[in-house]
């Protein structure tokens, strides 16, 4: 069975701080790998996904992740938060058609 | 852009209650999804569904739950009898295609969730 794992529920950062959100995942075969945002009242949307062809993902709104086979990690970075990054943040994994999420990680923005 | 609509955006139930709970897919998509969130846990597939079939559920999914597309623009989810621990957020998603496909999740449009405390 596939599962993620998002380590710490909440994270808080000054603005312009780097941003460092964590998940794990497990899987026996390779997998399909997906960070999505949730901002207050909106639904979740795709910020990037791992596909299998470059291990450094680029995303929307200057978030990146790498795949690391060897740690079975892919960690959602951003250089320099910014207000408006606040929201909660999910992890995920694909199972056919269906979708396998962590519990989230809800990024906290100081000024 | 175009979005997945769900209302109500909060419903508060008595235990033993039937809801429904309402979702307007994006209007070209074929494949249909209800996902639920109990507060601090994953969120969790309940069920997918196409051409007015149930084509994967969850063990959640037990007989309490029932999805329809009744008129070909609405796609709901009803609790028969609501229970305690079926409060939870709940979010509808569409997609143009299925399959394990990265261009299919990419697809995935979510809807902004139904809160639903059942007391």
């Known amino acids: 069975a596939q599962s993620v794992t998002q380590l710490g529920s909440h994270v808080s950062v000054s603005e312009g701080a780097l941003v460092l959100l964590r998940c794990n995942y497990s899987?026996?075969?390779?997998?399909?790998l997906f960070w999505y945002v949730q901002y207050p009242n909106q639904g979740l949307q795709l910020l990037l996904k791992?596909?299998?062809?470059?291990?450094l993902v680029k995303g929307i709104n200057g978030f990146e992740a790498e795949f690391k086979k060897s740690e079975t990690s892919f960690h959602l970075t951003k250089p320099s938060a910014h207000m408006s990054d606040a929201a909660e943040y999910f992890c995920?994994?694909?199972?056919?058609?269906?979708?396998?999420f962590g519990t989230g990680t809800r990024l906290q923005v100081f000024p | 852009e175009p979005e997945v609509t769900q209302t109500p955006s909060h419903q508060v139930t008595q235990m033993g209650q039937e809801v429904i709970l309402r979702c307007v897919p994006i209007?070209?998509?074929?494949?249909f999804y209800w996902y639920r969130q109990i507060l601090g846990q994953k969120v969790e597939f309940l069920v997918s569904?196409?051409?007015?079939?149930?084509?994967?559920k969850s063990e959640i999914f037990d007989d309490q739950f029932s999805v329809e597309r009744p008129d070909g623009s609405n796609f709901t989810l009803k609790i028969r009898s609501t229970k305690l621990e079926d409060s939870a957020m709940y979010f509808c998603?569409?997609?143009?295609?299925?399959?394990?496909?990265?261009?299919?999740?990419?697809?995935?449009?979510f809807g902004s969730g139904t809160q639903l405390s059942v007391l």
């Open positions: 899987s026996s075969v390779p997998p399909y």
């Open positions: 569904f196409y051409n007015n079939e149930i084509s994967e």
């Open positions: 209007s070209n998509h074929l494949y």
């Open positions: 995920a994994v694909t199972v056919t058609d269906k979708l396998i």
């Open positions: 791992y596909t299998s062809a470059a291990t």
């Open positions: 998603a569409s997609s143009v295609t299925a399959g394990v496909s990265t261009a299919t999740n990419e697809k995935l449009f």
